[in-house]
């Protein structure tokens, strides 16, 4: 737990930092990483993961579960920037994206791994949960709607429709990894794809550190960042209403996995950095909501873990 929460808060003390020394280069890096893991480091996580989920009974209900808490996420974080916030379009996007896209890899995989360091299935269920619900979501749901309601998208349908697709090299691994033979994803690939999905934490939060330096309001760079109306309603949403759809549904049957339950309770996913940027959505709301929902997870799990973990 202690080394979680050093990587967390010391990749985004250095993006703070490099930020504040250098804003300009801090910047310029912080889409470098962002464009070297969405189209690198991501992609090749994704297909030698995919090619290894195996489901039961339990586990494929939990699956189901999480792509219906995380739809409902979606839908209600629409509803509430639309009729309640009346956000512009690239905020609601923004406070989609927030809502639905989930750090169940950068942070779930090693905190379940520390929290549940008894349980030796925890880890490969938690990755199982990440590739299985997160990777489809961020791929298909995030993605759309970076095109549906980003400004760089394009104007008409036809053309977001394009941007949707070209700009999605994950999408190619993921169905790469559903036809290609067993053959081609060996195990020792496996354990190196479990080891470069940990490995991308200090990426993001690196980029987070610098995107919150260079999203605040007037210009003024403050540390933790406001807590917005927008920012308060993704807290909400994504730690409060979604894990109690997801904990509500497993009621339903036998074996969803405990992993399964944590990581729906996750905070806001730093992938979703990575489609803001690329689609023109609004970065403050993104950056400040992973800051938000990541500090209140870390709290709890620290707490959790000093009473003796799970």
């Known amino acids: ?8 808060l010391g990749s ?3 993006g703070i930092g490099a930020e504040r020394l250098h804003p300009a280069r801090a910047l310029r890096a912080a889409h470098l990483l962002i464009q070297v893991a969405l189209y690198v480091i991501f992609p090749v996580v994704m297909f030698f993961t995919v090619s290894h989920v195996r489901l039961t009974g339990g586990v494929g209900a939990g699956i189901g579960f999480g792509y219906a808490e995380r739809l409902v996420a979606a839908a209600l974080a629409y509803l509430v920037g639309t009729h309640l916030l009346r956000l512009s379009r690239p905020a609601t996007g923004a ?3 927030a809502a639905t896209l989930v750090n169940t890899g950068y942070l779930g995989v090693p905190l379940i791994t520390s929290l549940l360091h008894d349980h030796p299935q925890a880890t490969g269920q938690a990755l199982t949960y990440d590739v299985a619900v997160s990777a489809p979501i961020f791929i298909l749901v995030g993605f759309g709607i970076g095109a549906a309601f980003g400004t760089r998208a394009g104007a008409s349908t036809a053309a977001r429709l394009r941007s949707f697709v070209l700009r999605n090299p994950p999408l190619v691994a993921f169905v790469l990894a559903l036809v290609a033979p067993r053959s081609w994803s060996p195990d020792q690939a496996y354990e190196v794809a479990k080891a470069g999905a940990i490995g991308l934490a200090p990426i993001g939060f690196f980029t987070v550190g610098v995107f919150l330096m260079q999203e605040q309001e007037g210009g003024v760079r403050v540390f933790p960042p406001p807590l917005t109306a927008p920012i308060g309603a993704a807290v909400v949403i994504r730690l409060l209403v979604a894990p109690a759809v997801m904990l509500g549904l497993s009621q339903l049957v036998d074996g969803v996995p405990d992993a399964f339950l944590i990581q729906a309770a996750m905070p806001s996913g730093i992938s979703a950095l990575a489609i803001a940027h690329i689609y023109g959505l609004e970065l403050r709301i993104l950056a400040g909501s992973i800051a938000w929902t990541t500090a ?3 709290t709890v799990a620290a707490a959790v873990a000093a009473l003796g973990g799970l």
């Open 1 to 8: 737990m202690l080394l979680v929460l050093v990587v967390v």
């Open 12 to 14: 985004v003390a250095a």
């Open 95 to 97: 406070l989609m994206l």
């Open 296 to 298: 209140i997870v870390l």
